[in-house]
T-cell receptor, first 120, second 114 residues
Framework: ETGVTQTPRHLVMGMTNKKSLKCEQH?????MYWYKQSAKKPLELMFV???????ENNSVPSRFSPECPNSSHLFLHLHTLQPEDSALYLC???????????????????FGPGTRLTVL | GQQLNQSPQSMFIQEGEDVSMNCTSS?????WLWYKQDPGEGPVLLIA?????ELTSNGRLTAQFGITRKDSFLNISASIPSDVGIYFC??????????????FGTGTRLTIIP
């Protein structure tokens, strides 16, 4: 496997189900991201992990619960979702400069293919 | 919050035509990025711009970082069928980690008419 992989690629779930999305990066990066992509809306950043610590939580409802057990893996645990949560969920990774270090250039975020989630 | 307005939302062109799309922001960014997303895939970076006024090319693609740091455009010359997809602009403040997050535009869907 190379790059960023996501499983499953498609998921249909009921509002009472519990499921998890998985992301794995094979790039040696130290930061990972979850984005939500809805039709006709910009990509929305949900969570950011740097060095396995959550550094950003963009006011995401608690029915979405991220987990980053190590720098290569990122999970998004889902429970009691709503139909409006149906979207493409994208994972990305990058090599972060870390806090307190001045940037220079852009640390490219590499995206996975996404999980297409449908909530019935 | 910051918003990026991307236009046009969609384009229908014939193969061989040139394409132009742009992105404007209500606030300043220090890095502008252009991504392309193919069906069933995640976005892939096409061009990164780091300096106001910078003009950068990648093959048939040319992008510019606006002098005000609030806008950017992307041109594609002599379009071919594999150019079909959704193009996103994104801005980044840069600097410390807290500013590495990207703000994305709504995308421009490019379709090539046979």
């Amino acid at each position: 496997e190379t790059g960023v992989t996501q499983t499953p690629r498609h998921l249909v779930m009921g509002m009472t189900n519990k499921k998890s999305l998985k992301c794995e990066q094979h790039l040696g990066h130290n930061a990972m991201y979850w984005y939500k992509q809805s039709a006709k809306k910009p990509l929305e950043l949900m969570f950011v992990y740097s060095l396995e610590e959550r550094v950003e939580n963009n006011s995401v409802p608690s029915r979405f619960s991220p987990e980053c057990p190590n720098s290569s893996h990122l999970f998004l645990h889902l429970h009691t979702l709503q139909p409006e949560d149906s979207a493409l969920y994208l994972c990305a990774s990058s090599q972060s400069l870390g806090p307190g270090l001045a940037g220079g250039g852009y640390n490219e975020q590499f995206f996975g293919p996404g999980t297409r989630l449908t909530v019935l | 919050g910051q918003q990026l307005n991307q236009s046009p939302q969609s384009m229908f062109i014939q193969e061989g035509e040139d394409v132009s799309m742009n992105c404007t922001s209500s606030s300043i960014f220090n890095t502008w990025l252009w991504y392309k997303q193919d069906p069933g895939e995640g976005p892939v970076l096409l061009i990164a711009l780091y300096k106001a006024g910078e003009l950068t090319s990648n093959g048939r693609l040319t992008a510019q970082f606006g002098i005000t740091r609030k806008d950017s455009f992307l041109n594609i010359s002599a379009s071919i069928p594999s150019d079909v997809g959704i193009y996103f602009c994104a801005g980044q403040l840069g600097g410390d980690f807290g500013n590495e997050k990207l703000t994305f535009g709504t995308g421009t869907r490019l379709t090539i008419i046979p």
